[in-house]
């Protein structure tokens, strides 16, 4: 939908865009009307408009709430209004007397044909009285779901299009009596199914259509489930014949595609998206995409060639990219200039694993019974995830190679717990642990949290960073060159040319995409013979790694400890009211308030502003630029429960651990990244108790369209475990810049994050030996009816991803299973879609044989090859001798009859 303050901008520019159009033709003879002589004005229109009921979605809902200007935190405070919230007879923003209502969503979940998974949840659904609807095509599909309803004993009713009022009759389907128990483990419920069953009405329902994606409204407790949640959007082919996943996977579909949006063109560089045309070739009708480039030159891209068009995505700063001139030559000048600097960076890369392999490492003994202790001594439980981390780490430093292991997890999930398991196990064997992290705060956090768990055993933690004297340093550093500290925790201090180990083993980087390149150039040097273990809560592609040809082995951890309850977040304008509220609020439940406000200059007024709202707080303030002991000082207090509300910057952004800390405030969210807000919400919700994040903006009306976004996407991915699914929106295009550092940043925003991790694919494999093949596109012009039509697929936006995918069939075996999947979705398939199947495998075929062009002419057939094609003169001039019309012309065209 369009936001109403984008419809009354929209509502301008075409105005003005009239305006423009007469300007043009006002002097012929006889003058044309004018546009307020034929069309309505602005006002007449919204006065028309207003005569009728409107339903205004917005993205984002903000609590009603009155803003305070920033920079006047300091003016005597009014008496604080009473903050309420989900109010629907709260006044809107946009229209005094409207009512306005917050509909929560989130995304749905996945079964991807897990049948046990989606038997349980729709059970647990069924059970808290939630309605369910499946939504599936018409044919093979919604007899499956029927059958499998009916077999596990679920109760349902299928809305069958008939003659009702309503034009849809519903009708109830009863399953039959319990069969025996199911030798797949999913147990039938007592008394489902059963005749005696009270009559009532089914809570799962099944309808016919086509949607895109199911829905969760979790108040009301609706839930709307497509196919793509059910079976899985592309795998719907026999299991044996799936490709491995792999760079495709990240590569967008283009069924978000919007006119007006960015695309790259392989081969023409970065254009407009202007939408679909028909255009007669040959005498047939054809669908073309329409591209232009600058000084609005024109392209039209046959559908069929989809594989050469992608979404324009970059390093996810909204930066606009400059469009390319068609035909120009900067656009290959841009990818030579990457695909230099690709190369550079993957034989870096190639050479530091190889020297690792070569330098060889220690294997660390087996676990010993203080390993054991060590481990129950955890006071929660382990998740299965963290199991399975465990279990891999385990293996890697019980292995003569060096380890080089990224653990991904989200904030709070327990990473530093298995980090501390790996350094008490190289300990144990007589090596020494280095863990470097990127800030004083977080390598402060890390020193208690090792202190604490350390404790009972014979194991030395020091701590280096700017919270230790200068004489305390040189202590520190002289006694680890000795061997006398065992583990030893700092910020980028540890990487000074004067600390020096006696026997390095183990090496764990916290948040490494946060360090500097100088940094990352030593850390190099540092890594070549050790086990390192990185950790990171900001979710970075595992595409890319698949890309990078699995030069660094992953794990991830996306359950949630047991106990743990989903984060609250608010999003609301600057309201004294509401801040003193979430602030009394956890007082009174004994816990401890964040309020962060990134400006240094101003953060001691708004300190002063909320000692004024809640007097009875004990406040503490941290800052950056504070000193040292001060800074220590203040962070022990609040981590002792001293303080009640900490007012500090962005600094406790990484890894503070305080489980009774279960509120933040954030003043002026709009400023940050989302990877950023993300962090800052994971310092709250460490515990068993229900934590809240109040996000403050400015009026609704200052924010741009990618801070509402963002902010709508944390509002939305409140649950637990959401930060791999916010990786979707911005965080995995952040991840890539932020792995592959700066200035790889400034090439991925050069050509687009799928084109360049298209090349770094083809890249890596080209280092690894596989032989490197000119890039051919291959032209086919064979007269054939190829295309999708529109009776068929109606969506367009389907059709344009059906056109996306086909382009990229490779195997008969993705033919077949493609062709099997448009059968069951949309019906049997018509003549041009099977030409359409038949001609992306050809083309995919003459590509790898490097054919450039593949051409009928008046009954003959033309095939032009690239200079570096592998023919075969022998089996050439055997074909040659089989057709004897065939010839053969010096610029490397074969012509034979048909």
């Not at 009473?82 to 229209?95: A, L, M, V």
């Not at 990786?727 to 687009?752: P, Y």
């Not at 075969?872 to 074969?894: C, N, Q, S, W």
Request: net charge negative; hydrophobic share 40%.
């Amino acid at each position: 939908w369009d936001e109403f303050l984008e419809r009354k901008q929209q509502l301008k520019r075409i105005l003005e865009g009239w305006a423009a159009a007469y300007d043009d033709v006002r002097d012929i003879v006889p003058p044309p009307p004018r546009p307020e002589e034929v069309l309505l004005t602005e006002p007449e229109f919204l006065k028309a408009v207003d005569a009728h009921t409107q339903l205004l979605l917005k993205e984002l809902p903000v609590e009603a709430g009155t803003w305070q200007p920033e920079n006047d935190p300091s003016s005597p405070a009014a008496a604080p209004e009473k903050f309420t919230r989900g109010d629907p007879d709260s006044s809107s923003t946009s229209q005094p007397t409207a009512r306005e209502f917050v509909l929560l969503s989130q995304l749905p979940p996945k079964f991807h044909g897990g049948l046990k998974v989606l038997i349980e949840d729709l059970r647990a659904r069924v059970a808290k009285r939630e309605t369910v609807i499946f939504t599936v095509p018409k044919g093979g599909k919604a007899d499956r779901l029927r059958e499998i309803l009916a077999e596990y004993g679920v109760p349902f009713e299928t809305a069958v299009e008939g003659s009702s009022d309503a034009g849809t009759a519903v009708r109830t389907t009863r399953p039959p009596a319990p069969s025996p128990p199911r030798p797949d483990g999913i147990a039938q419920e007592a008394g489902e199914g059963v005749t005696g069953q009270p009559e009532s009405t089914a809570a799962v329902t099944i309808a016919t259509g086509e949607i895109e994606e199911g829905v969760v409204f979790p108040e009301p407790g609706f839930v709307l489930l497509s196919e793509s949640e059910l079976f899985g959007r592309f795998d719907w082919g026999p299991r044996g014949r799936r490709e491995k996943a792999g760079i495709s996977s990240f590569i967008s579909s283009l069924s978000d595609l919007k006119v007006g949006d960015y695309v790259v063109h392989i081969e023409h560089g970065i254009s407009l998206y202007q939408g679909l045309r028909q255009l007669e070739v040959d005498g047939r009708q054809r669908d073309f995409m329409l591209l232009t480039y600058q000084d609005d030159a024109k392209l039209y891209v046959p559908l069929e060639r989809l594989d050469l068009v992608e979404k324009y995505r970059s390093s996810g700063d909204g930066a606009k990219p400059q469009l390319d001139r068609l035909g120009g030559a900067t656009w290959e000048r841009t990818k030579t200039r990457v695909k230099r600097a690709l190369r550079d960076m993957a034989q870096e890369l190639l050479g530091l694993y190889a020297e690792r392999k070569m330098h060889g490492g220690s294997a660390t003994s087996a676990d010993s019974p203080w390993q054991k202790e060590f481990e129950d001594a955890f006071e929660f439980e382990e998740t299965p995830d963290q199991l399975t981390a465990l279990e891999e780490i385990r293996r890697d430093l019980e292995n003569t190679e060096p380890m080089d292991r990224l653990l991904c997890g989200d904030v709070g999930y327990g990473k530093t717990e298995l980090a501390m398991r790996a350094a008490f196990k190289v300990v144990q064997d007589s090596r020494q642990v280095a863990l470097l992290a990127p800030t004083t705060v977080l390598a402060f956090q890390h020193f208690a949290t090792f202190c604490r768990r350390m404790a009972p055993f014979p194991v030395r933690v020091e701590m280096l960073s700017r919270f230790r004297s200068a004489a305390e340093q040189k202590k520190i550093v002289a006694e680890t060159e000795a061997g006398k500290v065992d583990i030893l925790i700092g910020t980028h201090r540890l990487l000074s040319q004067d600390v020096r180990f006696r026997d390095l083993g183990l090496l764990v980087i916290d948040e490494e995409q946060r360090f500097g390149v100088a940094s990352k150039e030593k850390l190099k040097k540092i890594k070549a013979g050790v086990d390192v273990l990185t950790l990171s809560a900001t979710p970075i592609p595992r595409t890319l790694h698949m890309s990078l040809g699995g030069l660094r082995d992953l794990s991830v951890i996306e359950t949630p400890p047991r106990g743990r309850l989903a984060i609250q977040t608010t999003v609301a304008p600057f309201n004294q009211a509401l801040i003193q509220s979430a602030i009394l609020q956890e007082m009174e439940r004994h816990g401890q308030v964040y309020f962060v406000h990134n400006r240094v200059e101003s953060i001691f007024n708004l300190a002063s502003l909320i000692q004024r709202l809640v007097p009875t707080a004990r406040l503490g303030v941290a800052h950056g630029q504070m000193g040292e002991r001060e800074l220590e000082k203040a962070m022990l207090k609040f981590m002792q429960g001293e303080y009640d509300v900490l007012a500090s910057t962005a600094l406790i952004e990484n890894g503070l651990d305080i489980p009774r800390a279960n509120t933040i405030i954030v003043n002026h969210a709009e400023r940050f990244g989302l990877a950023d807000l993300y962090q800052l919400r994971g310092r709250v919700g460490r515990s068993n108790r229900r934590a809240y994040a109040y996000f403050l903006i400015p009026a609704e009306e200052a924010l741009t369209p990618t801070a509402k976004r963002r902010l709508a996407a944390l509002k939305e991915f409140s649950d637990l475990g959401a930060g791999f699914r916010l990786a979707a929106l911005d965080l995995e295009l952040r991840g890539a810049g932020n792995l592959l550092g700066a200035e790889q940043h400034g090439h991925v925003n050069a050509i687009g994050i799928d084109l360049y991790l298209k090349m770094l694919d083809e890249t890596v494999a080209e280092l690894r030996g596989a032989p490197r093949q000119p890039e051919v596109h291959t032209t086919l012009n064979l007269g054939l009816d190829i295309k999708i039509p529109d009776d068929y697929i109606g969506d367009e936006n389907q059709r344009l991803r059906m056109y996306k995918r086909i382009s990229s069939l490779s195997t008969p075996e993705a033919r077949a299973d493609l062709e099997a999947e448009l059968t069951d979705r949309y019906g049997p398939i018509p003549p041009s879609v099977s030409n359409l199947l038949d001609y992306a495998l050809l083309k995919s075929a003459a590509e790898k044989l490097l054919i450039q062009s593949i051409e009928r002419k008046a009954g003959e057939v033309w095939m032009r090859f690239h200079d570096q094609a592998p023919v075969d003169p022998a089996r050439l001039t055997e074909f040659v001798k089989r057709h004897r019309e065939a010839r053969i012309r010096p610029d490397g065209v074969v012509r034979y009859s048909l």
